[in-house]
């Protein structure tokens, strides 16, 4: 078993950044890929980013690419989200997941682990 805490979340002006975090706990020396997906309010739950185990094989959903930077720490056990040039549309529920395939984006019937979510508002 893995357990996924997500933290960072909060109220933010368009344009500004966020960076979101994804400690885990349990069993993390399986070699999980760590993602992000978002759920804003009536719209399904969307892939945002998802980077492999050792950080060689990231992607990103398109409406984030070059704004929003998926990392890792293994040693901390930890995933990050940095989000600048946030939009109103970024408003979401911001959900961290962890699978174990080896590539493509994050399908969230795949997901073995989900964190329980960090709102994240953005006024315009």
């Known amino acids: 078993q893995v357990q996924l805490v997500e933290s960072g979340g909060g109220l933010v002006q368009a344009g500004g950044s966020l960076r979101l975090s994804c400690a885990a706990s349990?069993?993390?020396?399986?070699?999980?890929?760590m993602g992000w997906f978002r759920q804003a309010p009536g719209k399904e739950r969307e892939f945002v980013a998802v980077?492999?185990?050792?950080?060689?094989?990231?992607r990103y959903a398109d409406s984030v690419k070059g704004r929003f930077t998926i990392s890792r720490d293994n040693a901390k056990s930890t995933v990050y989200l940095q989000m600048n040039s946030l939009k109103p549309e970024d408003t979401a529920v911001y959900y961290c997941a962890a699978d174990r395939f080896n590539g493509g984006i994050m399908l969230p019937n795949e997901i073995d682990y989900w964190g329980q979510g960090t709102q994240v508002t953005v006024s315009s």
């Open positions: 980077i492999s185990w050792i950080g060689d094989r990231i």
């Open positions: 349990g069993r993390t020396e399986r070699n999980y890929r």
